[in-house]
């Protein structure tokens, strides 16, 4: 069990550039999570699958924003037309399942945007 | 919609001693489950130790344990015989029941912890 992964670890980019992250969660895990975390806040719900079934996401998924997890495994996040406001550090977690005992979330180290 | 407040931006404790971090929340729901995550420098967020809304007993893992207050609606972290490894931003976070509730986790604003040598 190698944890949560994410890649790239720190990606800058110009203003109105498309980026994509990746997130491979804890290999037998079926729940997926991506929140966004800004300097000096707590990390903010984006959205989550499970298994390749996209359950819920935040109004602050904007349509520049779109998310996917096509085998059930990995899960991509891309951003479109990136802007400055989108710099912050994007961080993914995994869950087993949503039973009492098994909701602990697991996160990666996360990607951190910069968008100049 | 619940929210999580976290009132100290920073703390800091000596080494060794005991260290009382903050946390409030409000929720209309009767169960729930609270956390607290640890974020070290550069390091990925860890959970501390969680909490059941529906157990009375306080949760307790080694030198961390918890003070629940339901009524109150609030959840301290208490760290003893505080280490330099304890220093990190600490993250209060709120889930809803695992029945038709919402998977996500409601964080707070965060406080970051200092442990003086």
């Known amino acids: 069990d190698t944890g949560v992964s994410q890649n790239p670890r720190h990606k800058i980019t110009k203003r109105g550039q498309n980026v994509t992250f990746r997130c491979d969660p804890i290999s037998e895990h079926n729940r997926l999570y991506w929140y966004r975390q800004t300097l000096g806040q707590g990390p903010e719900f984006l959205t989550y699958?499970?298994?390749?079934?996209?359950?819920?996401k935040s109004r602050l998924l904007s349509d520049r924003f779109s998310a996917e997890r096509p085998k059930g495994s990995f899960s991509t996040l891309e951003i479109q037309r990136t802007e400055q406001g989108d710099s912050a550090m994007y961080l993914c977690?995994?869950?087993?399942?949503?039973?009492?005992?098994?909701?602990?979330?697991?996160f990666g180290p996360g990607t951190r945007l910069t968008v100049t | 919609a619940q929210t999580v407040t976290q009132s100290q931006p920073e703390m800091s404790v000596q080494e060794a001693e005991t260290v009382t971090l903050s946390c409030t929340y409000d929720?209309?729901?009767?169960?729930?489950?609270l956390f607290w995550y640890k974020q070290p420098p550069s390091r990925q967020m860890i959970l501390v130790i969680r909490?059941?809304?529906?157990?009375?007993q306080n949760a307790t893992e080694n030198r961390f344990s918890v003070n629940f207050q339901k009524a109150a609606k609030s959840f301290s972290l208490k760290i003893s015989d505080s280490q330099l490894g304890d220093a990190a931003m600490y993250f209060c976070?709120?889930?809803?029941?695992?029945?038709?509730?919402?998977?996500?986790?409601?964080f707070g604003k965060g406080t970051k912890l200092t442990v003086n040598p």
């Open positions: 976070a709120y889930r809803s029941p695992t029945q038709g509730g919402s998977e996500k986790l409601v």
């Open positions: 977690a995994s869950s087993s399942n949503s039973r009492d005992r098994d909701i602990e979330q697991y």
């Open positions: 909490q059941e809304a529906y157990k009375q």
């Open positions: 929720t209309s729901e009767s169960d729930y489950y």
């Open positions: 699958f499970q298994n390749e079934a996209q359950l819920e």
